[in-house]
Nanobody
Framework: VQLQASGGGLVQAGGSLTLICTASGSYFSSYRIGWFRQYPGKEREFVAVVSASGGTTIYADSVKGRFTISRDNAKNTVYLRMNSLKAEDTAVYYC????????????????WGQGTQVTVSS
């Protein structure tokens, strides 16, 4: 399974973007998909995760109420809708998959795709 994140770009503070994570391979609907972000020189940090069915979502406190994660298993795609963007949301965003017991730790996710840059100008 390979994951690919896309949809990043440059946006003004207060604006919106939708990131897309597409997966190749089988069993997409069998695992959770998480979004993470990474600032220069920092470790990746958890942003949001969606359960295999899409019925459960969890968010980092820093994005709660502003970001929405969703998935379309028929299209092997997960979305991250980001509203009310702030300068501190500027980072490279990655998606990854998880199976088994839930964890928000990056080390417990796999199949990391290439990230997509989000830049929010203030």
């Amino acid at each position: 399974v390979q994951l690919q994140a896309s949809g990043g770009g440059l946006v003004q503070a207060g604006g919106s973007l939708t990131l897309i994570c597409t997966a190749s391979g089988s069993y997409f609907s069998s695992y959770r998909i998480g979004w993470f972000r990474q600032y220069p020189g920092k470790e990746r940090e958890f942003v949001a995760v969606v359960s295999a069915s899409g019925g459960t979502t969890i968010y980092a406190d820093s994005v709660k109420g502003r970001f929405t994660i969703s998935r379309d298993n028929a299209k092997n795609t997960v979305y991250l809708r980001m509203n009310s963007l702030k300068a501190e949301d500027t980072a490279v965003y990655y998606c990854a998959r998880q199976w088994g017991q839930y964890s928000s730790l990056p080390a417990d996710f796999g199949s990391w795709g290439q990230g997509t840059q989000v830049t929010v100008s203030s």
